[in-house]
């Protein structure tokens, strides 16, 4: 996206597309392999190409080919290969002008897929979950935010009929609870996603984004799979991986690094076959409990977390998932692991949001998924109408 380009905004449907779901299909074996290689090497060349011609290749339908769990790695990218393009992360897979990312895999087809996770059983009808956390004031929130809501009126009855009523006021931002991370989130040294610049992201706008705001997230169904992490250490019995229990109830410990086999693992538990384009994914580490007002949850919440690092986000997106989300409240395991713990600072936002146009979920609430045992489901969300807003924290919810 070169500057001074002006943004357009998708039309009436659920999401725009930049390639077409047809000539997608028609990507052959050759294709499908290249696709591996560029994620495993980091030359997006063939692939931007392929999406030029409209044969970008298909999500792969296995996890089990070996190399895409080996040739995955930690190895930090260069900010300035990326701020000047040769480390090949724009333009976009989905097109040099193209505002939305990931969200272009959740077509029709993929929807109407997903709706047919939903069986006809009279005897147990379809059952909604709420995967949003409960917002008041007080609640545990990163840096300087933070959420206030304050009550106004009732007052006084007026007119014949004594109408009363009341509202509120609210002081506050869409990065805090269970909030999905937009593509303006987060850059790195001064590019965007999609090569947007820091200049023209934000020229003449004091409000927010000129690009990629969540005005442009329509409403959305697709399919979520839940990647039970911490059921898989309990049934282990790996108690290195797990940490203080929150009122009798396990939760992984404090920065516990979530590996790519700790994630297969999850897979297998779950009897998930694979991960697919426009999934959401969804990894559980039963942070959910320490989200509470009072000391010490609240601190301890915020101090540190389980999470993936970059093995692991490369690894997701060959997958190309629209959301990649957890019950903590950075996706990531901080801090950063060994020898980068005090050096690099959100780098899975970056490969994840400013790479591959995939979004972050945090603080998605899935205990009542878990204790359903529902690895597969039906997920919807709403998206926030909120125009140059950098994230929405409208709840998501699920069906199955």
Partial sequence: MRTGHKPTEPGNQAVSRGVSRRRILQAGAATSAAFFAAHATGNYGILQAAAKAGTLPPGPASTRVPFQVSDFDDEPFDPAAVADGSAGWYPSIYGA????????????????????????NKNKPPKIYNLGEIMEPGMPAYGIRKYEQTRVGPGAPFGDNAVIGMEETID???????????????GVADVFYNGVRVAEMIEGNPHGANFFGQHL???????????????????????AALGEPVDGQPI????????????????????????????????????THLFRLDEPYRSRYLATEPGIYLREARWLAQF????????????????APEPWSATHFFPVHQELITHHGIRVGEAFVSEELAADQVYEFVFFYTGQRARWATAGNVAPGAIA
């Fill in 172 to 186: 506050t931002t869409y990065q805090i609870a269970t909030q999905v991370d937009g593509l303006p989130h987060i």
């Fill in 217 to 239: 997230v329509n409403p959305f169904i697709t399919r979520g799979v839940l990647l039970d992490v911490l059921s898989v250490k309990v049934a282990q019995g790996d108690s």
């Fill in 320 to 335: 190309r998932p629209a959301i990649v989300a957890s019950d903590v409240w950075a996706l990531e395991v901080l801090p």
């Fill in 252 to 287: 992984l410990g404090n920065s516990y690094r979530i590996t790519v086999e700790d994630l297969l693992a999850a897979m297998d538990f779950g009897k998930i076959k694979s991960i697919e384009p426009g999934d959401v994914v969804v990894i559980r580490t039963g942070w």
């Fill in 97 to 120: 002008d193209d505002q939305i990312g990931a969200l272009n895999e959740i077509t029709p087809e993929k929807t109407i897929s997903a709706l047919r996770l939903i069986s006809k």
